[in-house]
């Protein structure tokens, strides 16, 4: 005898049908723009419109979905209604997470570091496998908004939950900057803009879906943005694996192109004028630490012998491109000892970095690799420095993704339990597709920067090179520093940043390449800023506001002080953004270490151990973030600047570990102090331990 369907999951399946054609048109409709623009490239339509067109549609579809999924009703607002289906869920989380970090920086990094960089990728991949196994099942049991609910639940007290509120704020919002600043690069890249007018532009977008539609409106936003930015690394790659070796998938060359990159790399290594330029950067590094010694008589020295060279090439009249270059470089040229020093002392580092064999980067095969700073030689491997950063950080990016606090809570927009499992799952799959690419991304570009870029003479260099310069010296740039015309590695600096982006013109790709690729490093962006950007409002308004000062909030205040607060916080983060924080990766990276420090120990020991209670989580929440803090600010090299520390990182490092993995010593030393403290105090209270006890088990109606 045949069931009848009940109209519950009659509605369910309709509902999923309806998402599943709207997505599935959104393809077509993105493959029939891209071909046009395509089409429009050859028919000679002006680079500066087909970059405009793929910055306006792609940000008026994102705008257009926020404006629909406008909402204030609170369930809705802060967690989608908790209708969210599994599959799309991942879809969303995983644009959650391929921020501007993993999209621009991931490739970048594995170009620069080779072996590794790897460590960035294990550990993130490591990190969904630990929120998996330890964290989600039992969060979204709990079933409230935010981390802080759960810690103030199971630990009881406002202690805790101020606590982790506020270092939600500080997580999340070191990331925002990190995102809003990817923002500013793609769309100045896009359009031309300053990179200051790119911020505003960009965040108009961001704005537009978190602040009318909180996470209904980022949900289904993030499913779009995560089609644009898979579809813009993947058909580049395709492109440039078919152009140099004629396969679609580039893995299936990839041993290949890493056998050509290894035997240049040992030719490089041994060339005369790649010697020579080192030699003289060695030179210029000296030069720039003598100055440092008497920084006011430098600047009147540096002023003065620029000031003569513009005098005489006007008497010798020179040509007038020679003596502009010359006056322009006066006019740079720093007037205060505060800022002289900052010149010099980057100047020195930069030229000592590049003067290293192949010119600072790692070669791509060797594991572990490590050379003597300072001293001319090679690379040598299986240094144990290198290896014990390289774990460390792996650790650090673990534990910190699995508490990552805009992470969590979207596991929080599913149905059931069971549901969050699988969105896990699927969120996995969909980010280890783009972990997969951005290896044989990196090696295909450096096949091509090494093969057909360092060797060619000054007058012959490819275009894209001139055009970053223009856009951003920090990004791209090249000097002849010996002066024979010819470009050597070492006198080209290319940023792991501007890798992605720049990888379609390096390879040789049409325009509209660039402008696709750009437009999913602006997704991946506006995805991760959407979803910090109300993580931060709602642990302020939710967690601090309504919780802690105002119990008695109607919903509808709460939901209008979230987005005030989004407002406010955005302005903040463009801002700071602004300063040109460059290496978007090591910047972001800070967050991961904080966030494992603060969450880690309180939440899986909060859910597997009994005995932690209130004093214990404080402890240890406030000693791993305290001794995360000081180590980022004695080791970290822009916030050093800042404190305006100066003594040698070797005096502050432990055991050799960079600022980066902080969290490998600030993560244990929180969870010893939490179980110290715990059993040294009283047990939790009954209702405490109920929390747990809810939590844990089993629900008898979880599909």
């Known amino acids: 005898m045949s069931r009848k369907p009940d109209a519950a999951a009659l509605q369910t399946g309709s509902a999923l049908g309806m998402l599943n054609r709207r997505y599935a048109w959104f393809i077509v409709a993105f493959a029939v723009f891209t071909l046009a623009m395509a089409q429009a490239e050859r028919s000679g339509l002006s680079r500066g419109w087909i970059g405009g067109a793929f910055l306006f549609a792609t940000v008026t579809v994102y705008a257009s979905i926020g404006f629909y999924c406008r909402t204030m009703n609170p369930n809705e607002y802060f967690l989608a209604g908790r209708r969210v289906p599994a599959f799309y869920n991942g879809v969303a989380t995983a644009a959650d997470w391929v921020s501007a970090a993993s999209f621009i920086g991931t490739a970048g990094v594995l170009y620069l570091q080779g072996f590794s960089g790897l460590a960035f990728i294990l550990g993130w991949t490591g990190g969904y ?40 704020v500080l997580v999340s919002f070191i990331y925002l900057v990190a995102q809003i600043y990817g923002v500013g690069l793609i769309t100045s890249h896009l359009t031309g803009m300053s990179f200051e007018v790119g911020i505003m532009v960009g965040l108009g977008g961001v704005l537009v879906c978190s602040f009318l539609g909180g996470m209904r409106a980022v949900t289904w936003t993030q499913v779009t943005q995560y089609i644009v930015l898979i579809v813009a690394f993947l058909v580049p790659l395709m492109w440039l694996s078919v152009k140099q070796t004629g396969l679609l998938l580039p893995l299936g060359a990839y041993e290949q192109q890493i056998q050509g990159i290894a035997h240049r790399e040992k030719a490089l290594m041994a060339d005369p004028a790649e010697l020579d330029v080192a030699q003289r950067l060695r030179t210029s590094s000296a030069q720039a630490q003598r100055k440092l010694l008497d920084v006011a008589d430098a600047v009147q020295t540096d002023i003065r012998l620029q000031s003569e060279l513009v005098a ?15 006056e322009r470089e006066l006019q740079a040229l720093p007037r205060t000892e505060t800022r002289a020093k900052q010149v010099y002392e980057h100047a020195r580092d930069t030229a000592l ?10 070669p791509q095969t060797l594991p572990f690799a490590q050379t003597s700073p300072g001293a001319p030689g090679a690379w040598s491997g299986g240094s144990n420095h290198a290896r014990l950063n390289f774990i460390a950080l792996m650790l650090c990016l673990m534990v910190g993704t699995a508490v990552m606090p805009h992470l969590v809570v979207r596991f929080q927009t599913t149905p059931t339990v069971n549901e969050a499992r699988e969105s896990v799952a699927w969120s996995l799959l969909f980010v280890v597709i783009l972990y997969l690419a951005a290896p044989a991304l990196a090696v295909l570009v450096k096949h091509e920067v090494l093969h057909h870029v360092v060797g060619l003479p000054f007058d012959e260099l490819p275009r894209w090179l001139a ?14 520093v010996n002066g024979d015309g010819i470009l050597q590695l070492a006198e080209l600096r290319l940023s792991g940043d501007a890798i992605v982006l720049a990888a379609p013109e390096i390879g040789g ?47 509808l205040r709460r939901v209008i002080v979230s987005k005030m607060l989004i407002m406010m916080v955005a302005v903040a983060a463009a801002l700071v953004a602004s300063l040109h924080i460059t290496d978007i990766l090591q910047f972001v990276s800070a967050a991961f270490s904080l966030a494992g420090a603060a969450f880690f120990p309180a939440l899986v020991l909060g859910i597997f151990w009994r005995r932690a209670n209130h004093a214990g989580a404080m402890a240890g929440m406030l000693i791993g973030l305290g001794v995360c803090g000081y180590y980022l600010a004695m080791n970290q090299a822009l916030l050093r600047r800042w ?46 331990r109920g929390v747990l006890d809810e ?7 979880e599909r």
């Open 509 to 555: 790709l049409p325009y509209f390449a660039t402008c696709l690729v750009a437009a999913g490093g602006l997704a991946a962006a506006l995805s991760t800023a959407d979803g910090l950007l109300l993580t931060i409002a709602n642990a302020v308004s939710h967690d601090i506001y309504y919780r802690t000062l105002n119990p008695d909030a109607p919903a």
């Open 643 to 688: 404190l305006g520390v100066t003594q040698g990182l070797e005096s502050t490092q432990w055991f050799g570990i960079d600022a980066i993995a902080a969290g490998v010593f600030a993560v244990p030393l929180g969870a010893a102090a939490l179980v110290l403290v715990s059993l040294a105090t009283a047990p939790p209270a009954a209702s405490q």
């Open 129 to 168: 496998c630990l929120l998996a196994l330890l964290l989600v099942p039992y969060l979204r049991r709990f079933g409230q908004y935010t981390l802080p609910d759960f810690l103030g639940a199971r630990y009881g007290g406002r202690g805790p939950r101020v606590v982790g509120a506020l270092a939600t």
């Open 467 to 480: 055009r970053w310069s223009k856009l951003d010296p920090g990004l791209v740039s090249v000097q002849d």
């Open 312 to 326: 005489a090439l006007r008497v010798e009249q020179s040509p007038l491109a020679q003596i502009q270059r010359a």
């Open 695 to 701: 939590v844990r088990r089993p629900a008898l109606n």
């Open 353 to 362: 970095k590049y003067s290293q064999p192949l010119a600072g980067m790692a």
